[in-house]
Protein backbone atom coordinates (compact mmCIF):
# COMPACT_ATOMS: atom_id res chain seq x y z
CA UNK A 1 0.00 0.00 0.00
CA UNK A 2 1.02 3.54 -0.89
CA UNK A 3 2.24 5.65 1.93
CA UNK A 4 3.67 9.28 2.67
CA UNK A 5 5.85 10.58 5.45
CA UNK A 6 6.53 14.53 6.36
CA UNK A 7 9.81 14.99 7.79
CA UNK A 8 8.60 17.95 10.30
CA UNK A 9 5.53 18.61 11.20
CA UNK A 10 6.47 22.65 11.91
CA UNK A 11 9.12 24.28 9.78
CA UNK A 12 10.16 28.09 10.29
CA UNK A 13 12.15 30.07 8.01
CA UNK A 14 13.03 33.72 7.21
CA UNK A 15 11.61 35.83 4.90
CA UNK A 16 14.10 35.25 1.66
CA UNK A 17 14.94 32.05 2.83
CA UNK A 18 15.21 29.02 0.73
CA UNK A 19 12.16 26.76 1.95
CA UNK A 20 12.44 22.94 2.04
CA UNK A 21 9.44 20.97 2.77
CA UNK A 22 10.43 17.04 2.82
CA UNK A 23 8.24 14.10 1.91
CA UNK A 24 9.26 10.60 1.43
CA UNK A 25 6.60 7.84 0.03
CA UNK A 26 6.04 4.54 -0.27
CA UNK A 27 4.53 2.88 -3.36
CA UNK A 28 4.53 -0.31 -4.81
CA UNK A 29 4.46 0.96 -8.48
CA UNK A 30 5.83 3.90 -10.06
CA UNK A 31 3.80 7.06 -7.99
CA UNK A 32 2.23 9.86 -9.11
CA UNK A 33 2.74 12.37 -6.71
CA UNK A 34 1.36 15.84 -5.48
CA UNK A 35 2.17 18.38 -2.90
CA UNK A 36 -1.05 20.91 -2.12
CA UNK A 37 -1.00 23.85 0.17
CA UNK A 38 -4.01 25.06 2.75
CA UNK A 39 -4.13 28.65 3.98
CA UNK A 40 -6.30 29.17 7.29
CA UNK A 41 -9.77 27.49 7.17
CA UNK A 42 -9.60 27.14 3.17
CA UNK A 43 -10.13 23.64 0.86
CA UNK A 44 -6.29 22.37 -0.50
CA UNK A 45 -4.97 23.46 -3.76
CA UNK A 46 -2.97 22.07 -5.22
CA UNK A 47 0.89 23.26 -6.43
CA UNK A 48 2.54 20.83 -8.23
CA UNK A 49 2.46 17.29 -9.39
CA UNK A 50 4.84 14.31 -10.58
CA UNK A 51 3.37 11.67 -13.08
CA UNK A 52 6.35 10.29 -14.92
CA UNK A 53 7.64 12.86 -17.30
CA UNK A 54 10.17 15.07 -15.82
CA UNK A 55 11.61 14.30 -12.71
CA UNK A 56 11.95 18.20 -11.52
CA UNK A 57 8.63 19.62 -11.37
CA UNK A 58 7.78 23.49 -11.59
CA UNK A 59 4.54 24.76 -9.79
CA UNK A 60 2.95 27.99 -9.09
CA UNK A 61 4.12 30.39 -6.69
CA UNK A 62 7.33 29.42 -7.51
CA UNK A 63 7.51 26.08 -5.78
CA UNK A 64 9.41 22.94 -7.21
CA UNK A 65 9.64 19.39 -6.53
CA UNK A 66 12.71 16.43 -7.61
CA UNK A 67 11.52 13.15 -7.82
CA UNK A 68 14.20 10.74 -6.85
CA UNK A 69 13.24 7.36 -7.26
CA UNK A 70 16.56 6.11 -5.48
CA UNK A 71 15.68 7.95 -2.38
CA UNK A 72 11.74 7.74 -2.33
CA UNK A 73 11.71 11.07 -1.69
CA UNK A 74 9.89 14.42 -2.86
CA UNK A 75 10.66 17.44 -1.73
CA UNK A 76 9.44 20.99 -1.74
CA UNK A 77 11.37 23.63 -2.56
CA UNK A 78 11.45 27.21 -2.95
CA UNK A 79 14.30 29.89 -3.33
CA UNK A 80 13.24 32.42 -1.54
CA UNK A 81 10.55 32.44 0.94
CA UNK A 82 8.19 35.33 1.19
CA UNK A 83 5.22 36.35 3.73
CA UNK A 84 2.26 34.56 1.91
CA UNK A 85 3.87 31.26 1.86
CA UNK A 86 3.15 30.80 5.80
CA UNK A 87 0.34 27.80 5.32
CA UNK A 88 0.09 23.96 5.35
CA UNK A 89 1.53 21.91 3.22
CA UNK A 90 0.25 18.51 2.11
CA UNK A 91 2.19 15.28 0.55
CA UNK A 92 0.02 13.19 -1.12
CA UNK A 93 0.25 9.85 -3.68
CA UNK A 94 -2.03 8.52 -5.84
CA UNK A 95 -3.44 4.10 -5.76
CA UNK A 96 -3.45 4.84 -9.29
CA UNK A 97 -6.30 2.49 -9.02
CA UNK A 98 -10.43 2.74 -9.86
CA UNK A 99 -10.88 6.04 -7.71
CA UNK A 100 -7.65 7.39 -7.85
CA UNK A 101 -7.63 8.03 -3.85
CA UNK A 102 -5.02 10.07 -2.20
CA UNK A 103 -2.82 8.90 0.40
CA UNK A 104 -1.81 12.21 2.45
CA UNK A 105 0.82 13.04 4.82
CA UNK A 106 0.66 14.50 8.53
CA UNK A 107 1.29 17.84 6.59
CA UNK A 108 3.87 20.08 7.75
CA UNK A 109 3.03 23.91 9.04
CA UNK A 110 5.30 26.55 7.07
CA UNK A 111 6.18 29.64 9.19
CA UNK A 112 7.81 32.51 7.61
CA UNK A 113 9.21 35.03 10.00
CA UNK A 114 9.89 38.30 9.20
CA UNK B 1 -13.94 25.67 -16.15
CA UNK B 2 -14.78 23.67 -13.59
CA UNK B 3 -15.71 24.70 -9.99
CA UNK B 4 -16.84 23.18 -6.59
CA UNK B 5 -18.92 24.13 -4.34
CA UNK B 6 -19.94 23.16 -0.42
CA UNK B 7 -22.24 24.39 2.21
CA UNK B 8 -22.98 25.47 4.55
CA UNK B 9 -19.46 27.26 5.32
CA UNK B 10 -19.76 26.26 9.02
CA UNK B 11 -22.19 24.78 11.06
CA UNK B 12 -22.19 24.58 14.42
CA UNK B 13 -24.98 21.58 15.91
CA UNK B 14 -25.80 20.14 19.17
CA UNK B 15 -24.48 16.35 20.07
CA UNK B 16 -27.80 13.99 18.54
CA UNK B 17 -28.29 16.74 16.12
CA UNK B 18 -28.68 15.44 12.07
CA UNK B 19 -26.39 16.48 9.38
CA UNK B 20 -26.53 16.97 5.86
CA UNK B 21 -23.64 18.78 3.71
CA UNK B 22 -23.71 19.60 0.20
CA UNK B 23 -21.37 19.18 -2.19
CA UNK B 24 -21.76 19.82 -6.23
CA UNK B 25 -19.10 20.11 -8.55
CA UNK B 26 -20.07 22.14 -12.18
CA UNK B 27 -18.30 22.10 -15.25
CA UNK B 28 -17.46 18.30 -15.59
CA UNK B 29 -19.15 14.89 -15.89
CA UNK B 30 -18.74 11.83 -14.19
CA UNK B 31 -16.09 12.78 -11.57
CA UNK B 32 -15.39 10.44 -8.53
CA UNK B 33 -15.90 12.56 -5.55
CA UNK B 34 -14.48 12.37 -2.15
CA UNK B 35 -15.28 13.43 1.55
CA UNK B 36 -12.59 14.38 4.01
CA UNK B 37 -12.46 15.25 7.26
CA UNK B 38 -9.51 17.00 8.88
CA UNK B 39 -9.48 17.11 12.80
CA UNK B 40 -7.58 20.20 14.29
CA UNK B 41 -4.06 19.96 13.82
CA UNK B 42 -4.34 16.74 11.62
CA UNK B 43 -4.04 15.72 8.08
CA UNK B 44 -7.04 14.24 6.26
CA UNK B 45 -9.15 11.30 6.43
CA UNK B 46 -11.15 10.12 3.50
CA UNK B 47 -14.26 9.10 4.58
CA UNK B 48 -15.75 8.39 1.81
CA UNK B 49 -15.75 8.37 -1.80
CA UNK B 50 -17.70 7.80 -5.47
CA UNK B 51 -17.58 6.94 -8.60
CA UNK B 52 -20.78 7.22 -10.45
CA UNK B 53 -24.58 7.45 -8.91
CA UNK B 54 -25.16 5.84 -6.09
CA UNK B 55 -21.87 4.09 -5.59
CA UNK B 56 -20.80 4.84 -1.99
CA UNK B 57 -17.34 3.24 -0.63
CA UNK B 58 -16.47 3.66 3.09
CA UNK B 59 -13.01 4.12 4.10
CA UNK B 60 -13.65 4.38 7.83
CA UNK B 61 -16.52 2.79 9.77
CA UNK B 62 -18.57 5.73 11.99
CA UNK B 63 -21.50 7.70 12.35
CA UNK B 64 -21.39 9.47 9.17
CA UNK B 65 -22.89 8.07 5.73
CA UNK B 66 -22.59 9.24 2.04
CA UNK B 67 -25.17 9.64 -0.57
CA UNK B 68 -24.74 10.85 -4.32
CA UNK B 69 -27.99 11.12 -6.16
CA UNK B 70 -26.87 13.27 -8.79
CA UNK B 71 -23.63 12.84 -11.46
CA UNK B 72 -22.28 15.88 -9.22
CA UNK B 73 -23.96 16.08 -6.31
CA UNK B 74 -22.20 14.13 -2.76
CA UNK B 75 -24.13 14.43 0.19
CA UNK B 76 -22.45 13.37 4.05
CA UNK B 77 -25.02 12.79 6.56
CA UNK B 78 -25.40 11.84 9.95
CA UNK B 79 -28.68 10.78 12.20
CA UNK B 80 -27.03 12.08 15.43
CA UNK B 81 -23.92 13.58 15.74
CA UNK B 82 -20.97 13.21 18.41
CA UNK B 83 -18.64 15.54 19.27
CA UNK B 84 -16.05 13.58 18.03
CA UNK B 85 -17.70 14.46 14.50
CA UNK B 86 -16.42 17.95 15.40
CA UNK B 87 -13.81 18.86 12.33
CA UNK B 88 -13.09 20.63 9.18
CA UNK B 89 -15.10 18.61 5.91
CA UNK B 90 -14.08 18.67 2.55
CA UNK B 91 -15.19 17.34 -0.38
CA UNK B 92 -13.25 16.71 -3.63
CA UNK B 93 -13.20 15.46 -6.95
CA UNK B 94 -11.19 13.65 -9.81
CA UNK B 95 -11.65 12.77 -13.64
CA UNK B 96 -10.26 9.97 -15.38
CA UNK B 97 -7.37 6.78 -14.13
CA UNK B 98 -5.10 8.79 -15.68
CA UNK B 99 -5.77 12.57 -14.45
CA UNK B 100 -5.30 11.56 -10.56
CA UNK B 101 -5.07 14.67 -8.86
CA UNK B 102 -8.64 16.23 -7.15
CA UNK B 103 -9.52 19.36 -6.59
CA UNK B 104 -10.96 20.54 -3.57
CA UNK B 105 -13.70 22.45 -2.12
CA UNK B 106 -13.81 25.47 0.39
CA UNK B 107 -14.90 23.15 2.90
CA UNK B 108 -17.12 23.13 5.70
CA UNK B 109 -16.48 23.81 9.77
CA UNK B 110 -18.65 21.69 11.38
CA UNK B 111 -18.67 21.86 15.59
CA UNK B 112 -20.71 19.87 17.55
CA UNK B 113 -21.36 21.24 20.83
Known amino acids: AQSVTQLGSHVSVSEGALVLLRCNYS??????LFWYVQYPNQGLQLLLK??????LVKGINGFEAEFKKSETSFHLTKPSAHMSDAAEYFC????????????FGQGTRLTINP | SQTIHQWPATLVQPVGSPLSLECTVE??????LYWYRQAAGRGLQLLFY??????ISSEVPQNLSASRPQDRQFILSSKKLLLSDSGFYLC????????????FGPGTRLTVT
Open chain 2, 92 to 103: AWSVGQWVPEQY
Open chain 1, 27 to 32: SSVPPY
Open chain 1, 50 to 55: YTSAAT
Open chain 1, 92 to 103: AVSDLEGAQKLV
Open chain 2, 27 to 32: GTSNPN
Open chain 2, 50 to 55: SVGIGQ
